[in-house]
């Protein structure tokens, strides 16, 4: 059974920083691309940030532009763990954030239905 569990959200004021993990179990962790997605209060879901598998010549890495200079993804693999640093938080990041991976070598992309495996949120609240 895969599981991804995500962790570090809470309350946090407007230019703070926070760290979200996500442990993932029960897959050949090295072999995914990995991504961020978010959902606000009476949106949809987004696109967050996406890293692809690490190679010998390292890995792509791509954002959203509203997080593009203020976040940072990511990932240990000896650790099954992906991560998103995120920095000089603004109150339009509140949102529940989820982990998602999908099987293969090239960047996993920003759709999320070509993800297969998704954790169930942190919650993420900046204040004004």
């Known amino acids: 059974q895969v599981l991804l569990v995500e962790s570090g959200g809470g309350l946090v004021q407007a230019g703070g920083s926070l760290r979200l993990s996500c442990a993932a179990s029960g897959l050949t962790f090295s072999y995914y691309g990995l991504g961020w997605f978010r959902q606000g209060p009476g949106k949809e879901r987004e696109f967050v940030a996406a890293k692809s598998w690490e190679s010998w010549s390292g890995s792509s890495t791509g954002y959203a532009d509203p997080v593009k200079g203020r976040f940072t993804i990511s990932r240990d693999d000896a650790k099954n763990t992906v991560y998103l640093q995120m920095d000089s938080l603004k109150p339009e990041d509140t949102a529940v954030y989820f982990c998602?991976?999908?099987?293969?070598?090239?960047?996993?992309?920003?759709?999320?239905?070509?993800?297969?495996?998704w954790g169930r949120g942190t919650q993420v609240t900046v204040s004004s």
């Open positions: 998602a991976a999908r099987y293969g070598r090239t960047w996993p992309g920003a759709e999320s239905a070509q993800y297969e495996y």
